[in-house]
Each structure stands twice: as C-alpha cells, then as structure tokens.
C-alpha cells in the first residue's frame, strides 16, 4: 500500500472527470472490459484508454488486468467504495447547475402595488411556480416609490408599478396591464342613478383620495387634471389602500377614483360609473434593475407577451 497515493475525496471534483468516473464504476461492478463497454454503449479501446488516463492522472494502480480477467487493486476497491458517492455528488451538481441556467432552482422577489393583483399577477406568478416549482418566491406589496428603492438596492428582482414618464437609470420597465377609470359612488348618492359620470360632476363633490406621499407623481397628475378642467372636488378624507377606499365609499363618506377593474370585487353599497372627461389611465407596468439579470428573472419575465 505504500506506494497508492489516496487523494482525499473532495479532490476528486478537480481530479475525476464525470465521464471517465462512471466508467470506471461500471467496469468495477462487471469486472469485464467487454460487459462494461455494452452497458457504457462503447466499445472496448476508447474504455482501455480512458481506464489508463484515470490511473495516470490519480497517480496509482485501480485495476489488475490479466487475458481472462480483471481485478481491482486495493486503491481500485476505495475508488468504488467512495466514488459512487462522488459520482452522485456530480450528478447533483450537473442537475442543480442545468436547473439554474434555467431558472428551475434559486429565488424570485416580487414586489407590486395594489392594483396589480386585479390586473393579473396572481395568475402570472400562478403559472411562474407551476413551471420552477424549486424557485423559492417571495412576494411583498409596497407603495411605488418604496418599490423603486427596493429595486435600487437589488432587494426586489421585479416590481408591479405605477410609471409615469421614464424611470431613473439603472431601472428599465416595460408595460404589463391597463385598465380605464372609474368613479366608485355610494348607492345613495344622486350621480349612482347615472349611466356615465363626467368629470365635471365632480366639482364640489365629496372625494376620497390617496396621500400624496402614496404616488406624488399621479397624485400631482389628477391635481393638475382637476385645475386644467376647473372642478375643485371636496377631499374629505385621504385613504391608503383600496379596501379603505371602498369600504368608505360604501359607508357614504364619498366617492373615489378607481380603476375599472375594481368592480370586479364591489361591495354592497357601492356601483361603479365610467368616467369620461380627459382622463388618464391605469397603467401598470413590469420594472427591473438592469444590472440584474438571473435564468429566474428571464424566465418569469418570458410568460409576459
């Protein structure tokens, strides 16, 4: 035994190459070139060679080769001994390695506003984790600016969000949904016996609204649509999220913006109108760090046309 040099096992990654490893396996449990070569679907010579270069490289003798037989050495029988579990080891790696260039495997943080839940990204992240089932998803809803700094700070992959105008570098966007507004009224309020509400309806009317500090740039955008066709709402009370909202509308405190989406899950009291008058849209649109681009990422980003 003096002269086997054992090298120890988690060398063997940087010593044994995958392919001449199973070899040697298979030949190690037939004992017999020809047998071995069949079940490795080769034939005998390339295995010869690639038994002698296994040898050379680890510096010792496995196999004890006579005309009618082959035998292992005693560094051939640790080889099979502990080989196989490094031949697993390999095999996991290998796997674990193709499923992550795939985005099969890691992780997957997802951040969206509100709204985004009605306008499909259930059902998107529904099919994402049907296909990577091992991707381990996180899913948080913030307001717009805090998504923005989560995706600056690399701690979002993706975010659902409002966009206005261009995103600052290094965030890039795309569009994902959008849906028309709405005007959210209580059952009791005259303008609920309408068909359409007109912008210009809303003049001296009670307004629910969001806090500015909630999106300043769509905040500012009404606040300038309001001024530009002279209808000065009366806001009487600031909600932060849309169950707030509706649930103040039903209680009669007053109307509210809403995208058309919403009315699918109205509660009792409240009936939605179309408005019309120069209004914008609810647009909602898919942003990303471009510096960040993982398999887990793109194949997300690839169900959305």
Request: hydrophobic residues 45%.
């Given at each position: 035994?003096?002269?086997?040099?054992?090298?120890?096992?988690?060398?063997?990654?940087?010593?044994?190459?995958?392919?001449?490893?199973?070899?040697?396996?298979?030949?190690?449990?037939?004992?017999?070139f020809?047998?071995?070569?069949?079940?490795?679907?080769?034939?005998?010579?390339?295995?010869?060679v690639?038994?002698?270069?296994?040898?050379?490289?680890?510096?010792?003798?496995l196999?004890?080769?006579?005309?009618?037989?082959?035998?292992?050495?005693?560094?051939?029988?640790?080889?099979?001994?502990?080989?196989?579990?490094?031949?697993?080891?390999?095999?996991?790696t290998?796997?674990?390695?193709?499923?992550?260039?795939?985005?099969?495997?890691?992780?997957?943080?997802?951040?969206?506003?509100?709204?985004?839940?009605?306008?499909?990204v259930p059902?998107?992240?529904?099919?994402?984790?049907?296909?990577?089932?091992?991707?381990?998803?996180?899913?948080?809803?913030?307001?717009?600016?805090?998504?923005?700094?989560?995706?600056?700070?690399?701690?979002?992959?993706?975010?659902?969000?409002?966009?206005?105008?261009?995103?600052?570098?290094?965030?890039a966007?795309?569009?994902?949904?959008?849906?028309?507004?709405?005007?959210?009224?209580?059952?009791?309020h005259?303008?609920?016996?309408?068909?359409?509400v007109?912008?210009r309806?809303?003049?001296?009317?009670?307004?629910?609204?969001?806090?500015?500090?909630?999106?300043?740039?769509?905040?500012?955008?009404?606040?300038?649509?309001?001024?530009?066709?002279?209808?000065?709402?009366?806001?009487?009370?600031?909600?932060r999220?849309?169950?707030?909202?509706?649930?103040?509308?039903?209680?009669?405190?007053?109307?509210?913006l809403?995208?058309?989406?919403?009315?699918?899950?109205?509660?009792?009291?409240?009936?939605?109108?179309?408005?019309?008058?120069?209004?914008?849209?609810?647009d909602?649109?898919?942003?990303?760090?471009?510096?960040?681009g993982?398999?887990?990422?793109?194949?997300?980003?690839?169900?959305?046309?």
């Amino acid at each position: 035994m003096s002269n086997i040099i054992i090298k120890p096992i988690n060398t063997f990654h940087e010593t044994i190459d995958f392919r001449r490893l199973r070899c040697f396996l298979v030949l190690a449990d037939e004992l017999h070139f020809g047998r071995a070569a069949a079940r490795l679907h080769m034939t005998q010579p390339p295995l010869s060679v690639a038994m002698r270069s296994l040898e050379d490289e680890l510096g010792v003798v496995l196999l004890k080769r006579t005309t009618r037989s082959v035998r292992l050495t005693p560094a051939g029988e640790l080889l099979r001994e502990r080989g196989q579990a490094v031949l697993q080891d390999l095999e996991r790696t290998s796997h674990l390695l193709k499923q992550l260039g795939a985005g099969m495997t890691g992780s997957l943080a997802i951040g969206f506003i509100g709204i985004a839940t009605l306008l499909g990204v259930p059902e998107l992240v529904r099919r994402y984790r049907q296909g990577a089932p091992e991707v381990a998803v996180e899913l948080e809803e913030l307001p717009g600016a805090a998504l923005l700094d989560r995706l600056r700070e690399r701690r979002l992959d993706v975010a659902f969000l409002r966009v206005l105008g261009a995103l600052p570098s290094p965030i890039a966007h795309r569009p994902f949904a959008c849906s028309k507004y709405q005007l959210a009224i209580p059952e009791t309020h005259p303008l609920a016996t309408r068909k359409r509400v007109k912008l210009r309806d809303l003049h001296d009317a009670p307004l629910l609204f969001f806090p500015r500090s909630v999106h300043p740039q769509i905040h500012d955008q009404w606040m300038e649509t309001f001024r530009a066709a002279e209808v000065r709402p009366i806001f009487v009370q600031e909600a932060r999220s849309l169950q707030t909202e509706l649930a103040l509308v039903a209680a009669g405190f007053g109307m509210a913006l809403m995208a058309e989406c919403v009315s699918q899950q109205s509660p009792s009291g409240v009936v939605f109108r179309p408005l019309s008058g120069g209004i914008s849209t609810v647009d909602v649109h898919l942003a990303w760090h471009e510096e960040v681009g993982t398999p887990a990422i793109e194949r997300f980003m690839a169900l959305i046309p």
